[in-house]
């Protein structure tokens, strides 16, 4: 099998905002660096980003420090955050907001000059004791977007090379299981290429479009997650998903918790602001798990709103005109057209909608690839060749329940820092691991089989039901023999999605097949959710089970690994060991 | 409903055409989008171009009974009257001007050259401070309604003079960054990006038909954008 080769030092899969922060910080070292992305990059799931980058820069509170931002990171992801990553990112991320700063990034300011910061869920002052802190910087509420075009730009600037419009299919391994570099198609063309590289970074986002209802863009089908798993390596916490408080009802379009903090608030059909009964404290701005499950029970006790009893609302009428249109101006477009209604007058109807995804590939703060030698137990190893930043990666800053504005920084701190790494990498010489022909073949395989099918169930249908499964078994709450039920629903979606076809198989611009190998990596991210899900036995962060409605400190304080060969969940140690404060104790949490 | 969409696919057809479907709405006011994902379940091998489906990555940028929008925020009512009733069909066609790659996905690459010949990123020569460049509440002000823009080229793709110099005027989707940047108070390149627009076509070909405006799906106003740059270009001609 002979195919096309293209050579890098570094490729970089995916152009939101960890790969485009990663493949800036390369094309700066000189070293010969692609990035390959399915969309033209500002096309990315970053741009959707609304409310924030939350970190400590000490502008809207000059005395905010680091720390604190920690302390409710950890707080926040239930502690089974890694809190060495966790102190690495509030540490550093400050610098790396800065960067985005200098270049160009068009935050909304404050008097003094200052970036404008707002209060997001889950924040405090001194360590849980000294009230709400508002530690969220802002571009309006187009953060991401701002975020995203930025860092295109400096991409351009700096000559990085962009394969625009490619889609990474499968990874290319040694006979080892190094990696190699990755299979690529030219979407425009059809053509097929092996991009051969010492390192492979993966920055392919999440996989919301696993649930029928999500605010994630169609193109977050889980790529990077996808491969990893069909190369038979593990990822950690995957059982762990966030559903948004606040997708607009019925359309799933987000909602962003900037409303809340700027002073919204969550009325149920009775007009009741039922977030005081749950969460005394923050109210509104109480976690995003608390705040979803909280809303859950509101409507399973009978106070939704609509003919169906099916949603709550969020209220913003009270905070005028002047402060929703300079503060909150995307949102206010995105309900007139998304729920018909002008929050300037009435409140936005809106739904706990699946939104992020916590869990990914193990990685440690560079960004390096970790695997178990015993696939779901054993002693650790580095995958060689592969890193893996952003959504996709589990480092893990965000645990069980990632705080709001997190995100974005964990894209710019870790895409920088797995930069920094390759960087330096690369100048004390990295080896280039050589597939042989038989690994690229293998690596091929898939692709074979869709252009060889003939006949059999038709890809929308077969995703359809896929997100339903996901949808009515895996929700915000779970229930052991529901799960199990939906364990067995996927095994039998695996069967059929193996059998399907893909009828038009033409080269130029062939969106069915990127949609046929999409299905098959939403199909891998599904079933690891699934089986993580059901043996994941307690409630933890995002992960609340009726069967199970306890943390089980003793028994699951700590990752899960799935492993996809043997289909199996072991367990990984949490880092409790930050380098320069004490370690964060696990205690009860509340709002 | 009818539905009428521009195909070509240049592996099989010699000429472009338009294909008519039929699609149940359930009476429903749809997002034209919405429609594509129902006529792509049809027929599979109709492309189009879709990510975030709500208005803010840029993809959908098409041509939809004979204006310029994007799909995920266009409902059928919006389109014309008469089309959400299914009185009237919705006609998709690729945006205007720019070569077609496949039914209603377009070649981009004059859009996005023109895009880079701006120099579309921040320009500051003094050296960065320990924090953030400071900048006034009143001179950030000054980037809204630029900063926005989301590359969907459906302003430029509706302006005659793009359509008539598409290698040489810059188009308004370029020239809304460009002053994106000139009125940015961290940027210190002004007089070098000014001297790079002054010359007949890159910038002094818009003739204000304002099609950009009326297009615009996020309602940015390029028009008085390039209106601004060519005060300042007169004043520094003075």
């Known amino acids: 099998m002979s195919i096309r080769t293209i050579t890098f030092d570094a490729i970089v899969v995916g152009g939101g905002g960890a790969g485009m922060r990663a493949s800036l910080q390369m094309a700066q070292s000189g070293f010969k660096t692609a990035l390959i992305s399915k969309v033209f990059p500002t096309r990315s799931h970053t741009v959707s980003a ?83 802190a508002a530690r969220t910087c802002a571009a309006a509420d187009r953060t991401g977007h701002a975020l995203l075009h930025t860092l295109y730009q400096q991409n351009l600037k700096n000559g990085t090379q962009f394969y625009n419009e490619w889609y990474a299919s499968e990874l290319v391994k040694d006979d080892e299981g190094n990696v190699c570099g ?308 996927l095994a039998d979606l695996r069967e059929r999605i193996g059998k399907a076809h893909l009828d038009d198989k033409s080269k130029p611009f062939n969106t069915a097949r990127i949609e046929a190998l999409e299905l098959e990596n939403l199909l891998e991210v599904a079933e690891a959710t699934a089986i993580a899900a059901e043996g994941r036995t307690e409630s933890r962060g995002a992960h609340s089970r009726y069967d199970f409605p306890d943390r089980d400190d003793e028994n699951w304080l700590c990752h899960s690994i799935f492993d996809p060969k043997a289909k199996k969940l072991g367990k990984r140690d949490v880092n409790f060991k930050p380098k320069t404060v004490d370690t964060f104790q696990p205690k009860a949490r509340t709002y | 409903m009818k539905v009428s969409i521009y195909r070509y696919n240049p592996e099989t057809d010699r000429e472009p055409s338009m294909k008519e ?98 120099q579309p990123f921040l320009q500051n020569t003094s050296p960065a401070p320990a924090i953030e460049r400071l900048q006034t509440p009143e001179d950030r002000a000054k980037l809204d309604g630029l900063y926005e823009c989301i590359l969907c080229a459906c302003c430029s793709t509706s302006c005659p003079s793009f359509w008539w110099n598409p290698d040489k005027f810059l188009g308004p989707a370029a020239l809304l960054q460009s002053y994106r940047f000139l009125a940015d108070s961290r940027d210190t390149a002004t007089e070098e990006r000014l001297s790079k627009l002054d010359d007949p076509f890159s910038l002094f070909r818009c003739h204000g038909i304002m099609n950009c405006v009326s297009v615009c799906p996020k309602g940015l106003n390029p028009t008085r954008a390039i209106g601004h740059i060519r005060s300042m270009l007169l004043e520094r001609g003075i």
């Open chain 1, 182 to 489: 990755v299979i690529a198609i030219d979407i425009e063309s059809g053509e097929t290429v092996f991009f051969k590289a010492k390192a492979t970074v993966f920055a392919t986002g999440g996989a919301g479009r696993i649930y029928a209802s999500t605010t994630n863009a169609l193109i977050n089908t889980g790529d990077g997650v996808g491969m990893a798993l069909r190369a038979g390596l593990p990822v950690q916490d995957i059982e762990m998903w966030q559903f948004h408080p606040t997708g607009i009802a019925g359309a799933g379009t987000l909602v962003t918790e900037g409303c809340r903090g700027e002073g919204g608030y969550l009325i149920n059909k009775d007009g009741e602001r039922f977030m005081e009964r749950y969460a005394p404290n923050a109210k509104d701005l109480a976690s995003r798990d608390v705040v979803a499950r909280s809303m859950m029970m509101e409507i399973l006790d009978g106070r939704g709103a609509g003919p169906d009893g099916d949603h709550v609302f969020l209220k913003l009428d009270h905070l005028g005109e002047e402060v929703l249109h300079s503060r909150l101006p995307g949102i206010c477009e995105l309900a007139i057209t998304f729920a018909q209604t002008d929050p300037v007058k009435e409140p936005i109807p809106v739904v706990p909608t699946c939104h992020y995804m916590m869990g990914g590939i193990p990685t440690n703060v560079h960004g390096q690839a970790i695997k178990l030698s015993g696939g779901h137990e054993g002693e650790e190893q580095f995958v060689n060749g592969l890193f893996a930043v952003g959504e996709v990666a589990c480092v893990s800053v965000h645990g069980a329940n990632r705080l709001g504005g997190n995100s974005l920084l964990d894209l710019v701190v870790f895409g920088r820092a797995a930069g920094l790494y390759i960087e330096d990498q690369l100048r004390q010489g990295m080896t280039q691991y050589e597939p042989t022909d038989a690994n690229i073949d293998e690596a091929m395989a898939r692709l074979r089989r869709w252009d060889e099918s003939t006949s059999g169930e038709s890809i929308p249908a077969l995703r359809k039901e896929l997100q339903s499964v996901m949808q009515n078994h895996f929700g915000v709450f779970r229930k052991g023999d529901l799960m199990a039920e939906g364990v067995a629903k």
């Open chain 1, 50 to 132: 609304q409310g924030g980058i939350t970190c400590a820069i000490a502008s809207a509170d000059p005395n905010d420090d680091w720390r604190w931002h920690m302390y409710d990171t950890v707080k926040g992801s239930d502690y089974i955050g890694d809190q060495d990553a966790i102190e690495y990112m509030c540490n550093v991320g400050p610098e790396a907001v800065f960067e985005l700063d200098h270049m160009g990034l068009p935050f909304s300011r404050t008097e003094e000059g200052r970036i404008y910061q707002r209060p997001f869920g889950g924040q405090s002052k001194n360590f849980g004791e000294g009230g709400q």
């Open chain 2, 21 to 118: 479907y039929e699609v149940d709405t359930q009476g429903k006011d749809l997002m034209v989008l919405d429609i594509l994902a129902l006529v792509k379940e049809q027929d599979s091998s109709m492309s189009y171009r879709r990510s975030c489906r709500e208005g803010v990555c840029g993809s959908d940028g098409m041509n939809i009974n004979g204006k310029n929008g994007l799909a995920c925020i266009t409902p059928l009512s919006q389109v014309a009257p008469g089309v959400l009733e299914g009185k009237k069909p919705l006609i998709l066609r690729p945006l205007p001007g720019l070569p077609v790659i496949r039914d209603l996905v377009v070649d981009m690459g004059m859009f996005y050259n023109q895009y880079e010949k701006v």
